[in-house]
């Protein structure tokens, strides 16, 4: 079994900086991937980041330059980080923290985090 257990953003003005965080314990394994998604309201949901095994990280395209993701690796914890620089209102959503066990397939997401950026 793994938890996720998100913290950080809030309401920041357009321009800002905000900085969320994702604690994964439990069954967790540094080798396994994690994303971040966002969900802003009458929109789907959309993968914002993610970072793999060997720390191979995508972003998605509208992103790339303001936002960044890195992952700290310890015995049974494993944290991922969402730098986000430059915020836009479009950027406005509630922020989901995913893993998934590659060996068994099963996801785990977080509680999920509001973001939001006025104009």
């Known amino acids: 079994q793994v938890q996720l257990v998100e913290s950080g953003g809030g309401l920041v003005q357009a321009g800002g900086s905000l900085g969320l965080s994702c604690a994964a314990s439990?069954?967790?394994?540094?080798?396994?991937?994690m994303r971040w998604y966002r969900q802003a309201p009458g929109k789907e949901r959309e993968m914002v980041a993610s970072?793999?095994?060997?720390?191979?990280?995508?972003?998605l395209d509208s992103v790339k330059g303001r936002f960044t993701i890195s992952r700290d690796n310890a015995e049974n914890l494993v944290t991922v980080y969402l730098q986000m620089n430059s915020l836009k209102p479009e950027d406005t959503a509630v922020y989901y923290c995913?893993?998934?066990?590659?060996?068994?397939?099963?996801?785990?997401w977080g509680q999920g985090t509001q973001v939001s950026v006025s104009s």
């Open positions: 439990g069954s967790v394994s540094s080798a396994n991937g």
């Open positions: 995913y893993y998934i066990d590659a060996y068994t397939q099963v996801e785990y």
């Open positions: 970072i793999s095994r060997g720390d191979n990280i995508r972003y």
